[in-house]
């Protein structure tokens, strides 16, 4: 069994500050891509950002120059820290990530639960 737990988000005024934490536990192997995506409400899910085993990082354009993702390999944790935030930041924010398990060797996707972030104007 693998799981994804999200914490960190929050009410915060524009130009504030949050960070996300996507812990993974479990009977994990290796993972692969972490990422975080979001859902505001009556939109679709979107990327916001992605970080490699490796440490390459990508973005969307929306958020670029404002959140920074990193991960901790040692502690199976992404994090995304989301500063000068803006209303139409708002959204539950879900990690995903592809994780290799132990038993059966395998790989699959798997998601959090969701964190809200809304952010005041």
């Known amino acids: 069994q693998v799981q994804l737990v999200e914490s960190g988000g929050g009410l915060v005024q524009a130009g504030g500050s949050l960070r996300l934490s996507c812990a993974a536990s479990g009977s994990i192997l290796n993972i692969n891509a972490m990422d975080w995506w979001r859902q505001g409400p009556g939109k679709q899910r979107e990327l916001v950002a992605q970080?490699?085993?490796?440490?390459?990082?990508n973005y969307a354009d929306s958020v670029k120059g404002r959140f920074t993702i990193s991960r901790d390999n040692a502690k199976n944790t992404a994090y995304l820290q989301m500063n000068s935030l803006k209303p139409e930041d708002t959204a539950v924010y879900y990690c995903h990530a592809k994780i290799w398990t132990r038993a059966p060797m395998t790989v699959n996707d798997y998601w959090g639960q969701g964190t809200q972030v809304t952010v005041s104007s």
């Open positions: 970080i490699s085993s490796g440490g390459s990082t």
